[in-house]
């Protein structure tokens, strides 16, 4: 097969999703161990989505405790300004 072959074919299975899959079946069927990375690196992708997910979430929770700390922190600052006022009347 020709560079130029080959390109057509690359062409080709850009266009055709369902030849692609067919390739890609005809190729993994040659190597057993190349299907079973293909399965071991899905399944790798998948709890890695997975653990993504878990980490944004615990992200929100965090910037949400970090915004809860920063109100508290304003009104500890404001106590204190009140009280030193307070105490400068006295």
């Not at 890609?24 to 790798?44: I, N």
């Not at 653990?51 to 992200?59: F, G, I, M, P």
């Not at 915004?67 to 009347?89: G, I, M, N």
Request: hydrophobic share 40%.
């Amino acid at each position: 097969m020709s560079p130029v072959d080959i390109q057509e074919l690359v062409r080709h299975l850009e266009g055709h999703p369902d030849d692609r899959g067919l390739l890609r079946k005809c190729l993994l069927a040659d190597d057993p161990g190349a299907s079973d990375g293909f399965q071991r690196l899905s399944t790798a992708l998948a709890s890695l989505a997975e653990r993504v997910e878990e980490l944004a979430q615990a992200q929100a929770r965090t910037e949400k405790r970090v915004e809860e700390l920063a109100q508290a922190q304003a009104r500890t600052e404001k106590r204190v300004e009140e009280l030193a006022q307070a105490q400068a009347r006295t």
